[in-house]
């Protein structure tokens, strides 16, 4: 124990997902060898290298000292864990010289396991396929959460593995389906693996190669969005792989824990939760309106061109994906300005996707509604309800904090960024884009399709505000707290 941390626990967890990380990073080099690739042998040597510190950490850490995680302790290791993954995750990029500087290399990686989507590589479709598909596995661990798998596979972690679980999964709640930690991560594994086996057989089907499916189907169940092309899915310019991508982008924006009774067969289930509800109402009315403003305007030819096209780009950003198939900032501002308020509020809780979550505006407008009749009936007793559950003040006023703090780093992030030299409309973009863990930013970063030409600082920044992002904030944030170091 020091400083009342058990250092030794915390080292032992870090220890373990080096390894998960260092055998996806092997799986990769062999795909390199495969096609006779130059890096192969980088990336191999970056897979020992981030192997032999996992081992070294797990023997440093072998001493288990009974004792339950606290809530200061998950909230150091979950954070580490990140930083770690991306440490050493942003070797092969470096070493194989794909990325010229430490904070491209830094950056891709952060928005890969992120599942950020945002990319400093210029030309995406010279890049080898070992190092493409080590992107695509990024998006696809950090989508579920590798906290998730280490509990599937990590022995021994007792009452500690919930503390970690709900330090990491995203949400007002972490509704699990069974009682015990294991069977969870079991199950969202099976989930979550059964979903992209499928999408994996159903894109081979079309006009990808099994190359592109298996990239594709890790960044898009994990609604990440990097693609192994630079023009993203506008590449294979078809409708197939354009519909197939939007119903596997929606089902990624649904709470997993609903996609697991849809798993059992109970249909109710998810017909009856208020948030799926919205979600699909929002979605459905936006998408409409969109294809109209398209057609009706000229901007897209053909009803059938118009509604695709509107169902993608609107499920792309509300899931914070990011994949494309047009520049939506070439229709205008108005449209502009929908997908970019569509990045704020993304989707479901419990879901792969980033943003403040659907549930928390529902919850916040109830209590708005019920703020409005108080003024009329002050003595009366008017709770939040959520599905028939009454909501308790305590996660009301966690859900306004969550929403001022967010709010409040979007406002700093834009004075930061543009100390940087970040022009206006880049600075506002790139951060939404970044907290959202969305991707797409405004202005030179949306005409080029790459972030690698804002300055350092920048991406070092950027690659802090997507980590925040991804664990909503207050697990990050609560390490810079004096409150937090002391016993």
């Known amino acids: 124990m020091i400083g009342n941390f058990n250092i030794r626990f915390m080292l032992r ?17 062999v795909v390199s060898f495969y096609y006779t690739e130059e890096c192969g042998d980088t990336i191999l040597t970056c897979s020992a290298v981030t192997l032999l510190c996992g081992i070294f950490l797990r023997i440093f850490g072998t001493e288990h000292i009974q004792k339950k995680t606290s809530k200061r302790e998950s909230f150091l290791t979950v954070s580490l864990i990140w930083v ?17 500087r430490w904070s491209d290399a830094f950056f891709e990686t952060m928005s890969g396991f992120t599942t950020t989507g945002s990319t400093i590589l210029r030309h995406i479709d010279d890049v080898p396929k070992g190092l493409l598909l080590w992107r695509s596995i990024t998006q696809w661990i950090g989508g579920i959460g590798i906290i998730v798998f280490a509990l599937l596979l990590l022995p021994m972690v007792s009452g500690n593995g919930v503390s970690l679980y709900n330090s990491e999964v995203t949400g007002i709640s972490k509704d699990k389906f069974s009682p015990k930690i294991k069977q969870t991560a079991s199950r969202l594994w099976i989930i979550y693996l059964s979903i992209t086996a499928l999408l994996i057989f159903l894109l081979s089907l079309g006009p990808m190669s099994l190359f592109d499916s298996v990239c594709h189907a890790f960044t898009t169940v994990s609604t990440g969005g990097l693609s192994t092309k630079q023009a993203s899915i506008a590449y294979w310019n078809s409708a197939y792989v354009e519909y197939v991508i939007s119903i596997f982008m929606f089902i990624g924006g649904i709470n997993f824990t609903l996609i697991y009774f849809l798993f059992r067969g109970n249909f109710k289930k998810i017909l009856r939760d208020e948030e799926f509800k919205w979600y699909l109402l929002l979605f459905a009315i936006i998408t409409l309106l969109v294809a109209c403003g ?26 914070s994906t990011g994949f494309s198939t047009a520049d939506f900032t070439l229709w205008g501002v108005p449209y502009a300005m929908l997908m970019y308020l569509l990045m704020v509020f993304c989707a479901s809780a419990g879901s792969t996707s980033g943003g403040l979550k659907i549930v928390r505006m529902v919850i916040l407008s109830k209590n708005a509604i019920n703020e409005f009749k108080r003024q009329v009936h002050p003595n009366a007793i008017l709770p939040v309800r959520l599905n028939g559950n009454v909501v308790s003040n305590e996660v009301v006023t966690k859900i306004l904090a969550f929403i001022f703090l967010y709010l409040t780093i979007l406002v700093l992030s834009f004075i930061v960024l543009s100390i940087t030299g970040m022009k206006f409309e880049e600075s506002t973009s790139a951060a939404i884009s970044c907290l959202s863990n969305v991707g797409p930013g405004l202005g030179s970063l949306a005409s080029n399709g790459h972030f690698g030409d804002i300055p350092e600082a920048a991406k070092w920044y950027l690659s802090f505000l997507m980590l925040v992002g991804r664990l909503e904030i207050f697990t990050v944030l609560s390490l810079f707290m004096p409150a937090f170091w002391k016993r």
């Open 84 to 100: 770690l993954l991306s440490a050493f995750g942003m070797l092969p990029f470096y070493y194989s010289g794909v990325t010229p």
């Open 294 to 319: 398209l057609y009706s305007s000229g901007l897209v030819k053909g009803v059938e061109t118009s509604f695709r096209t509107s169902l993608f780009q609107v499920i792309s950003v509300m899931t």
């Open 13 to 29: 967890i870090l220890g373990f997902v080096l390894i998960i990380e260092s055998l996806f990073m092997m799986a990769c080099s």
